[in-house]
């Protein structure tokens, strides 16, 4: 049994997700969640909802789930559009500033 769950448009790079998201890769799902509360990366809380919200849908699609065999299987960080902006510098000078964002997917998995 698997469950998915996915966030479009996160705010922050999607290289500084792929460092929280490594650290989660083929854990258990209550390991996972432990990793990411004591994480001081602010992706983390992200990845934190993402994985909440791929274990409510696991319990959607079957209520009596173990959740110490279920695993993180899938984590991916893939970039996403970046909003361009404009600071002023010295004289006259406009500089452009890059706001990122990301699209992130996670996808937990029962082994047995």
Request: overall charge positive; charged content about 30%.
């Amino acid at each position: 049994m698997e469950a998915k769950a996915s966030l479009k448009f996160a705010r922050g790079s999607a290289r500084k997700v792929r460092l929280v998201l490594d650290l989660i890769r083929n854990k258990r799902v209550t390991e996972a969640q432990n990793i990411l509360k004591l994480s001081r990366k602010r992706a983390s809380v992200d990845v934190g909802k993402l994985l909440a919200s791929a274990v409510a849908n696991a319990h959607v699609k079957e209520p009596k789930l173990d959740m110490n065999e279920v695993f993180v299987t899938k984590a991916v960080a893939d970039e996403g559009p970046t909003m361009k902006r404009y600071m002023p510098r010295a004289q006259g000078r406009a500089f452009l500033i890059r706001k990122r964002t990301c699209h992130i997917s996670l996808e937990i998995q029962n082994i047995e």
